[in-house]
Nanobody
Framework: QVQLIESGGGLVQAGGSLRLSCVAS????????MGWFRQAPGKEREFVAAIGWFGVTSYADSVKGRFTISRDNAKNTVYVQMNSLKPEDTAVYYC??????????????????WGQGTQVTVSS
């Protein structure tokens, strides 16, 4: 069993920055891949970024160059630094744990555990 708790969401103006954190507990953190997803009202959950066991990262095209995912295995925490935020980044952001794949997947169904989500709102 893995528990995930996100934090760091909030309201920010366009062009601003936020850093989301996700603390994991319950299993050896370094042994699973982590992903960030988001869901805006009326839309499907979409991939944002992922980081694998060895730190290999992947990003959605919509956030590439603006968002950076990282992990601190000593703190059981994964982060996403979000810069140059746009109104279209507004969504609930979720972190997720994938226990079966060394590199994080872009597909939500690949993930085994999810956090409760944190709201990010970007005003224009």
């Amino acid at each position: 069993q893995v528990q995930l708790i996100e934090s760091g969401g909030g309201l920010v103006q366009a062009g601003g920055s936020l850093r989301l954190s996700c603390v994991a507990s319950g299993r050896t953190f370094r042994s699973y891949a982590m992903g960030w997803f988001r869901q805006a009202p009326g839309k499907e959950r979409e991939f944002v970024a992922a980081i694998g066991w060895f730190g290999v990262t992947s990003y959605a095209d919509s956030v590439k160059g603006r968002f950076t995912i990282s992990r601190d295995n000593a703190k059981n925490t994964v982060y996403v630094q979000m810069n140059s935020l746009k109104p279209e980044d507004t969504a609930v952001y979720y972190c997720a744990a994938d226990l079966d794949n060394a590199s994080g997947s872009r597909w939500p169904n690949a993930y085994d555990y999810w956090g409760q989500g944190t709201q990010v709102t970007v005003s224009s």
